[in-house]
């Protein structure tokens, strides 16, 4: 019998994770022993002010950054005592990345920043995942097209299929609709929600927007670098409220 996801390590866990930049006066403790679990096939925001520790914690759960204490897993790997080579291919093989600045390449066609990570790695994308990604994002007849020839909508969803068309275990996204408008923020998202529900992708997403994290299933809140609350089924309306009444208890106030 094929194993279910509950069955399986989870897609990414930080277990007591500190992180701290600098020393002395210029010390800051961006991690304080965090500890959280993302399941396999699960869309999880994380949210919390400036400087609650949010992207840092991203970052070290993708092997873009280090910690200085316990330990970040992906899957059943324990990205924190990886080489560098090894976690350079754990990177390049197991997980997708998405950031708020698109990172295309501008002398690239559509078709060719999506299958830059498999070229890299020597691959060759599946026929059949291929067509499903591609029709998934909605770019078909723009495949041809280069990033100047796309809207800014168009150019994330086209970082979104790249992310997406390695299948890795785990899709890290960091403001992902940051730099779009309203409209096209919602069709990015809706993407993103698409190949959770659809292809049993994996998500974690950094944003500020409660609107951006009511696509999620759970909101985890950071807050002075620790885990203040979690939040199941979100509404953009359950996203503000829990943000206003934990703001209401921390000082100052930074959003």
């Given at each position: 019998?094929?194993?279910?996801?509950?069955?399986?390590?989870?897609?990414?866990?930080?277990?007591?994770?500190w992180k701290v930049y600098g020393s002395g006066e210029a010390r800051v403790v961006a991690l304080r022993g965090v500890t959280a679990e993302f399941g396999r096939g699960?869309?999880?925001?994380?949210?919390?002010?400036?400087?609650?520790?949010?992207?840092?914690?991203?970052?070290?759960?993708?092997?873009?950054?280090?910690?200085?204490?316990?330990?970040?897993?992906?899957?059943?790997?324990?990205?924190?005592?990886?080489?560098?080579?090894?976690?350079?291919?754990?990177?390049?093989?197991?997980?997708?990345?998405?950031?708020?600045?698109?990172?295309?390449?501008?002398?690239?066609?559509?078709?060719?920043?999506?299958?830059?990570?498999?070229?890299?790695?020597?691959?060759?994308?599946?026929?059949?995942?291929?067509?499903?990604?591609?029709?998934?994002?909605?770019?078909?007849?723009?495949?041809?097209?280069?990033?100047?020839?796309?809207?800014?909508?168009?150019?994330?969803?086209?970082?979104?299929?790249?992310?997406?068309?390695?299948?890795?275990?785990?899709?890290?996204?960091?403001?992902?609709?940051?730099?779009?408008?309203?409209?096209?923020?919602?069709?990015?998202?809706?993407?993103?929600?698409?190949?959770?529900?659809?292809?049993?992708?994996?998500?974690?997403?950094?944003?500020?927007?409660?609107?951006?994290?009511?696509?999620?299933?759970?909101?985890?809140?950071?807050?002075?670098?620790?885990?203040?609350?979690?939040?199941?089924?979100?509404?953009?309306?359950?996203?503000?409220?829990?943000?206003?009444?934990?703001?209401?208890?921390?000082?100052?106030?930074?959003?």
């Open positions: 019998m094929a194993a279910t996801n509950a069955d399986r390590p989870a897609a990414a866990r930080a277990d007591e994770v699960r869309f999880t925001a994380i949210m919390g002010p400036s400087g609650s520790g949010k992207s840092t914690l991203m970052h070290c759960l993708a092997g873009l950054d280090t910690v200085d204490r316990g330990t970040v897993h992906v899957g059943d790997t324990e990205v924190s005592k990886l080489n560098d080579k090894t976690l350079t291919r754990l990177r390049r093989d197991r997980i997708g990345f998405i950031f708020q600045q698109f990172n295309l390449l501008p002398t690239l066609s559509a078709k060719e920043n999506i299958r830059l990570p498999l070229d890299i790695a020597g691959r060759k994308p599946d026929p059949q995942w291929w067509d499903i990604v591609i029709d998934t994002v909605g770019l078909r007849d723009r495949l041809s097209h280069r990033p100047s020839q796309l809207s800014g909508g168009q150019q994330q969803r086209v970082a979104c299929a790249r992310a997406l068309i390695g299948r890795p275990d785990v899709i890290f996204a960091d403001e992902p609709t940051g730099n779009l408008d309203s409209r096209s923020g919602a069709e990015v998202l809706s993407f993103l929600r698409a190949s959770v529900r659809e292809h049993q992708q994996t998500i974690v997403m950094v944003t500020h927007d409660p609107v951006a994290a009511s696509y999620a299933d759970r909101v985890v809140f950071l807050a002075d670098g620790q885990i203040v609350d979690e939040l199941a089924d979100p509404t953009a309306e359950t996203v503000l409220d829990l943000m206003k009444r934990l703001d209401t208890q921390a000082e100052p106030v930074m959003l």
